[in-house]
């Protein structure tokens, strides 16, 4: 190996974790809290980025039946300032066979899916809608 190659071959080493931290400012709320429930790509809506997770399925659930327990709030960021208390209280609501959640940042969102509780922070600009309908689980970008 030459020393030019090999010079380069160290460059793009130390280059390749600069690129991936960059990628890594650009993952989206909806994306990150994704990766924390094993939720797939959907179809998008309205042009919007969007994932989805059943929270049952299979066989057994379709011959015998199931149930599951899901759970979802939101509220201030610790290092947050409240202005205006009433917007973490208005941000779920039920909705016809489930519930929806309006996720601004700054703020702390936390869903609990059967055994399983994320706590995941929106940084401020950071838009989403989180809902659950008919047992399924859906996140878009806004």
Aim: contains cysteine.
């Amino acid at each position: 190996m030459t020393i030019p190659v090999f010079a380069m071959l160290i460059i793009a080493s130390m280059a390749a974790p600069a690129q991936s931290g960059e990628g890594a400012a650009t993952v989206s709320f909806c994306q990150r809290l994704a990766g924390e429930l094993g939720m797939k790509p959907a179809k998008p809506a309205d042009g919007h980025a969007a994932w989805e997770l059943k929270t049952l399925g299979g066989l057994g659930v379709a011959l015998f039946g199931g149930s599951s327990y899901v759970s979802m709030g939101l509220g201030p960021a610790e290092d947050s300032v409240i202005t205006n208390a009433r917007q973490y209280v208005d941000a779920c609501a039920s909705i016809a066979n489930g519930m929806t959640c309006t996720v601004t940042g700054p703020a702390e969102f936390q869903i609990g899916v059967k055994d399983h509780m994320v706590k995941m922070r929106a940084i401020a600009g950071e838009r989403a809608q989180v809902s659950m309908v008919k047992m399924r689980i859906r996140c878009e970008n806004r």
